[in-house]
Nanobody, 120 residues
């Protein structure tokens, strides 16, 4: 399984970005697709997750109401729409797939990460 994340960039506070994650290879339909983020020197933290089979998505409290995760099963892709970005959202964002939904260790495959920088 390979995951390719894209869409990061440098934006001002209050702006929006949309991250994409394209999955290739054989993935389980029962798996979860998740987004995590990591700041240098800190642990990787959960952001959002969604099941390929549907159901309510999962969000970290810090992003609820601002970020929206969605999926396109036909394209094997997952997206993270990030609105009202804050400087504290600055991090490298990773997509991953596994049993999930929240704990890092439950994810088996990871993308390479995409940098999101929000200036104040």
């Amino acid at each position: 399984v390979q995951l390719q994340a894209s869409g990061g960039g440098l934006v001002q506070a209050g702006a929006s970005l949309r991250l994409s994650c394209a999955a290739s290879g054989r993935t389980s339909t029962y798996y979860v697709m998740g987004w995590f983020r990591q700041v240098l020197g800190k642990e990787r933290e959960f952001v959002a997750a969604i099941r390929w089979t549907g159901g309510s998505p999962y969000y970290a409290d810090a992003v609820k109401g601002r970020f929206t995760i969605s999926r396109d099963n036909a394209k094997n892709a997952v997206y993270l729409q990030m609105n009202s970005l804050k400087p504290e959202d600055t991090a490298v964002y990773y997509c991953a797939t596994g049993r999930g939904p929240i704990v890092v260790a439950t994810y088996d495959y990871w993308g390479q990460g995409t940098q999101v920088t929000v200036s104040s």
